[in-house]
Structures are given as C-alpha cells and as structure tokens.
C-alpha cells in the first residue's frame, strides 16, 4: 500500500485515524496501541505477507537483546559488549542475507571463474531501513541511554506506519517518550490540520513534480541508447529532481501523517540542493541517515578525535559503508566513494583556510551532487558512461531543427540539427520545467517552514485544497517511491 493510492489516503489511513482515537476515547489505551501496531503491520503486509514473519522475527530478537542490555528483560552474566556485538552482527548479517548475498557470489564468480548458482532474494520491505533504527537501539541501550522498555511502546517504534518503509530513521529515545506521553492520547486539532497540510505538500512534491521528471530520466538512462549534450543534461537534472522531490515527498507525508496521531517525526531535509558545500549538503540530505553514520559508524572509528589522515580515511570508510547501504552494485559503492572523496577534499580545504564566493561554492556543489546521483541512478557502469558522454559533448552538439537555415556554417564545427529531445520523449517545456523548478528549490520556502508558521486560516485550507487535489487529479497510475528500492 502507498501513501500516493486512493486505498490508503480513502481508506486506510481514516479507518485506522478513527478507530485508533474511538478507542482511546474509550480509555482503552492499551487496545488502541495494540490496533496502531496490527494496521501497521497490515500496512506492511499488504506488498507481499511473506516479509511479515522477517519483521516480527527481527523485532522480538531486538527487545530481547535492548533489554538484556539494560537487565531489565534478563540478567544475564555475559559481557554487555559481548551481547551488544551479537546483536550487531545479527542485524547485519539478516541485512546482508537478503540484499547482498548475490552481490557476494556475482564477485566470487567473477574474481574466482566460478559458477555458483545465484539465490535470486527479493529483498523485504524496509529491512534496510529497519535494522538500522534497531541497531541505533541496541547501541543505546548498550550505553545505557534508553529509559522505556514496554514491549508494546516498543513494537509502536519499531512498526509505526509512516515512518515503517522508508523512515525517517528514529531514535529510541525520540519515540518512546511520545508513545508514552498521555497528552498524545486525544485528537489535537491543531496537529490534524498541520498534518494534512504537509502531507499534501509532500503528495504533491510525488504525483505532480517527480512522477513528472520520472518520465524523462527513465527515457534518458534506460531506453535511450544514446544522448546529445541537452538531452544528456536534461536526463541527469531530471533524475536529481525526481529523487529529491520523490524521497522529500514521502518524508513529507510520513510526516504529515504522524502528527494526525500525534506523533513528531524528525525532519529528514532541508533544501539540500541551497548548500554550498559538501559538508552543508549532508547537513541537509536525508538528515536522519547522515545522524546515523555519524552517530555509529563516524564517531566509534574516532570521529574527529584522532589523528587528521585517521579523520580523513573515517570520512571515506563512512561514506562507502553509506554508498553500500543503498544498494548492492559498485556503482552505489562508487557513489559512497566520490561523496567520501568530497568530503576529504572539504575539510582539507577548511584546514587550508581557503575560501570561495557563494555563488561559485553553491554551482560548484550542485554540480558535484548531479554528476554523483548518475552513479547512484545507473543500473550498468555504461548507462552512467552514456549520460555523462553526453553531457561533455562527446557524442556530438544537436541544436534545434528551426535554427538550420540561419546556423548552417555551424555543420562544418561538428553541430547538427534536429529534434534536441527527441531520444528522452521530451519537448521544450521540459527545460521550462527544469527553470522553474531551480527557482522553486533556490528561492522557495520549504516544508520545514511551513510547519512552522502554519495558521488554520481560509489562506492555507485554499492552498492545502489546491495541493491535494492537484495531486489527484493527477494520480492516474500509482507509481512506489524510489527509496522503498533500498
């Protein structure tokens, strides 16, 4: 079920609203959280069953090992660090059975003339991103840092809905607290409406603008065979729109539909394409997930408390351990890589003491992130070779058919005339869009602040109505979102 389908938006969701506040204002607490755990494990049953037994397994194996950490389950004498890596490699080892087992034997074939038989895993719903939030509690329970322990409250963390699929990643001590709180327990109308608002900014940002460049960025990567340097540009441009627009729009909506039941989920962007460095970007870009690395993997290496080439080569572990996670190909490893090579040129630059004009930083950076996403958006090295061809010119400049008779002398440099965007199925306008967008992500407000300054007025409930309604009058095929792949 997607959050951009008629079933869940006039279905589920006011189903599982209603019954979930009937019963709290019932006072039977314990029933309504035990019914937010049944419809969010429906929720995510409803793809495929099978991954359900993957879920549940994980999460009983979780609890036990979070609370024998604390000794509030069992008081067991083994060697909290002992335990805490037991549970570690459990979650990574689930992880890396499903979505990185024919990665695995695909090199050993490759490296070793084998033939072993590939296991063909289709990999369950959010277990990237469900063993990260689980492995995040076990580390803080191992450092003592979790204070709530009840099973239900727990299953509510680990299930709730919204942020099931594909986050944002929270923490422990960020959700147990509100699952907890009695004051979360009745409708606050307030909340309602702010989350109707921004989950229809965040369906509009998926139905209307990235299902929009999802078009030509297919067209540009898959099918076409080859690119000028306009259709080359317009393929990459219009991936690193969709994926931006795609990921912040379902953020947006889990957001939006967390705080209908009163929850506050942590923010996960904050116009990333505005940076102007590197480091800013991920400050900005998938907030929670950059949180982790930091939080796990940067700082247990020595974060910045060790010697520079030490800081240098944490930057670089991190960030391909991060390229890795979101997928299972060297180019999402390379994509990790050309990030952690980013930031290591960043900070020696910092060290330096060098500076740059904010206007060449932020073109400088926009850029670096747009070629990176081709890595990150090619199924085969040659598609990324093929766009990136194409966008330094070297399989030749087309200009429009309709500037032939004034620029002919330009055929004897290497130009051509003809259809610029005819092998991506696009037209002019698409460059319009690509324009406007720009504006839009460079001058515009972002959700962030709309949350903020949300008033229940005749202004907002005209804007909120033009969102949502523009969204569906648009919702003629319902396409997932790109991360559900991670």
Do not use: C
């Not at 490759?110 to 689980?134: D, K, M, R, V, Y």
């Not at 209307?208 to 065979?225: L, Q, R």
């Not at 990921?247 to 209908?260: K, N, P, R």
């Amino acid at each position: 079920m997607l959050f951009n389908s008629l079933e869940f938006i006039f279905a589920f969701l006011p189903i599982t609203f209603l019954i979930y506040f009937f019963l709290l204002h019932k006072r039977l607490i314990v029933g309504a959280k035990a019914f937010l755990v049944f419809a969010s494990l429906f929720f995510y049953s409803w793809w495929n069953i099978v991954y359900l037994p993957i879920i549940l397994t994980s999460m009983l194996f979780n609890y036990t090992i979070g609370n024998s950490l604390n000794n509030k389950l069992f008081n067991i004498n083994v060697n909290k660090q002992t335990l805490l890596t037991f549970g570690i490699i459990a979650n990574i080892s689930l992880l890396g059975y499903f979505k990185y087992a024919d990665f695995f034997l695909l090199n050993v074939n490759l490296l070793s003339g084998t033939n072993l038989e590939l296991l063909h895993l289709a990999l369950p719903l959010a277990i990237s991103f469900f063993t990260f939030q689980q492995i995040a509690y076990l580390v803080d329970s191992y450092r003592q840092e979790t204070t709530e322990y009840d099973f239900l409250n727990y299953a509510l963390f680990v299930t709730f809905f919204p942020q099931l699929i594909a986050g944002p990643i929270v923490h422990h001590k960020e959700m147990m607290p509100q699952f907890a709180s009695r004051w979360n327990l009745v409708k606050n109308y307030r909340n309602i409406a702010v989350g109707l608002f921004i989950f229809s900014i965040g369906l509009f940002k998926k139905v209307v603008i990235a299902d929009s460049f999802a078009v030509w960025a297919t067209n540009g990567f898959d099918k076409a065979e080859v690119l000028n340097i306009v259709e080359a540009w317009v393929t990459s441009l219009s991936y690193t729109f969709q994926l931006y627009f795609d990921f912040s729009g379902y953020t947006d909506m889990a957001i939006g539909i967390a705080l209908l039941f009163n929850i506050t989920l942590p923010q996960n962007f904050n116009s990333p394409y505005k940076a102007k460095n590197i480091q800013d970007f991920w400050r900005r870009w998938h907030i929670t997930l950059s949180r982790f690395l930091r939080d796990y993997i940067y700082i247990p290496l020595g974060g910045n408390k060790v010697a520079e080439y030490r800081i240098l080569s944490n930057l670089m572990i991190t960030f391909i351990i991060g390229g890795l996670w979101h997928g299972a190909g060297w180019t999402f490893v390379f994509w990790g890589f050309l990030h952690g090579s980013a930031l290591v040129i960043h900070r020696i630059w910092k060290t330096l003491g060098f500076t740059m004009n904010s206007i060449l930083a932020w073109f400088i950076t926009f850029n670096f992130i747009n070629i990176a996403w081709i890595f990150f958006r090619a199924k085969e090295w040659g598609d990324a070779v093929k766009v990136l061809s194409g966008m330094l010119g070297l399989t030749g400049i087309l200009l429009p058919e309709k500037y032939a008779s004034k620029l002919s002398f330009l055929t004897n440099y290497g130009f051509e005339f003809g259809h610029v965007l005819g092998e991506i199925n696009a037209q002019s306008k698409t460059i319009i869009y690509i324009l406007l967008t720009f504006i839009l992500l460079l001058r515009f407000q972002n959700s962030i602040y709309y949350q903020k300054v949300f008033k229940v007025n005749y202004k907002y409930f005209f804007l909120l109505s033009f969102l949502f309604f523009s969204a569906l009058s648009t919702m003629s095929t319902v396409s997932e979102f790109l991360y559900f792949n991670f």
